[in-house]
């Protein structure tokens, strides 16, 4: 991915290709649900795939259940949870369903991200019914498909197709698929102390707006990059990074970011340019305004201000504008 520039300004996180994302097949309209039907997701197929090369697995159809099929359901046996027929408990592909997860983990190299079917026995991410031995159903399970494979790669950003109708979590699941599609291109490109320590200054404002104690976690980390073996830090960074992306940013820790920023100004702006921004931060944490005004404004003092570092920062534009994720948080 290379780093296109609006204006000459700040870092536009733009994908020259699409990026690779693993998805559930129901979600793309393909008829491999137990009743022979789909459940297509119209954000998915129209704005995501405008970005995303969707890569479909339906486990259930891969493990031979068939189309359709009688219906399976996770069912409490001891400490542990299967998938099991509705009608026939008999039926059990719970060790096939984790069999192929296995193999099709090791097909997902180049996918940067994966969008789960919610409540599904195989696909479900989280509080997918599980059945007690009274046979009543608690919410609390993860489907056998999901759970092998979040367990197997979990640094890849994973999310379920409900959730992406929340707007402070679609933003925050697409914002993690681009860092994780670059993180992906620097390890497959050659990793190097120098690389590392650029990448991490690149989304240090990313980074803080997560989590302060993480940036000066991962800042220290960095600062052995030449001294210690590198393979071995970079995979500890990768993890601590995309663990501390899965939190969602709050509205006071995005202005903390913007308050950041703003200092880089002061020597630049007037006194009622400046007024305006801190109204408009201000705003923003009232929940008066969404979080694209302020950054707009910032963005259009740095076009006339420039500064090489803020230019570097893919917090000013973490996703192409064209998704517009901070028009409504």
Same mark, same amino acid.
Request: hydrophobic share 35%; aromatic share 8%; proline share 6%.
């Given at each position: 991915?290379?780093? %296109? ?7 536009? =996180? ?22 022979? #039907? ?7 197929? #129209? ?31 001891? &400490? ?109 490109? #050659? ?21 302060? %104690? ?12 030449? &001294? ?9 960074? #990768? =993890? %601590?990074?995309?663990?501390?992306? &899965?939190?969602?940013? &709050? ?23 400046? %007024? ?54």
């Amino acid at each position: 991915m290379n780093k %296109e520039t609006e204006t000459g300004t700040v870092a536009e =996180a733009v994908a020259l290709d699409k990026i690779q994302v693993g998805i559930s097949s129901c979600l793309l309209g393909q008829e491999v649900r137990f009743d022979g #039907g789909h459940k297509r997701d119209s954000y998915v197929n #129209g704005t995501l795939s405008e970005y995303f090369d969707f890569i479909p697995f339906c486990p259930e159809a891969g493990v031979g259940l068939g189309i359709p099929r009688q219906p399976i359901r996770l069912v409490r046996q001891g &400490k542990g949870v299967r998938a099991v027929g509705t009608r026939t408990p008999e039926l059990d592909p719970t060790d096939d369903l984790a069999a192929f997860a296995s193999r099709t983990v090791s097909q997902l190299t180049d996918v940067s991200g994966y969008i789960l079917k919610k409540a599904s026995p195989s696909c479900g991410m989280e509080r997918v019914k599980v059945y007690n031995d009274k046979g009543m159903p608690e919410r609390n399970g993860v489907g056998i498909y999901a759970g092998v494979l979040m367990e197997r790669l979990p640094l890849l950003p994973v999310e379920e197709e409900g959730r992406l109708g929340d707007a402070v979590l679609r933003e925050n699941f697409i914002e993690r698929v681009f860092v994780y599609y670059r993180w992906q291109r620097l390890r497959r490109n #050659g990793l190097t102390a120098h690389k590392l320590v650029e990448f991490h200054a690149d989304h240090k404002y990313l980074i803080m707006a997560h989590s302060q %104690e993480t940036y000066r976690q991962l800042g220290r980390m960095v600062a052995e990059a030449g &001294k210690e073996q590198l393979e071995p830090l970079a995979d500890t960074y #990768g =993890a %601590e990074l995309m663990a501390a992306l &899965k939190r969602p940013v &709050k509205p006071r820790q995005h202005v903390n970011v913007l308050q950041h920023l703003l200092g880089y100004l002061k020597d630049h702006i007037d006194k009622l340019d400046r %007024e305006e921004m801190v109204e408009s931060i201000e705003q923003y944490r009232q929940g008066l305004v969404p979080l694209i005004v302020p950054i707009t404004l910032i963005r259009h003092h740095f076009r006339r201000y420039p500064d090489p570092y803020v230019m570097r920062q893919y917090y000013m534009s973490p996703h192409p504008k064209e998704l517009m994720l901070r028009n409504r948080i």
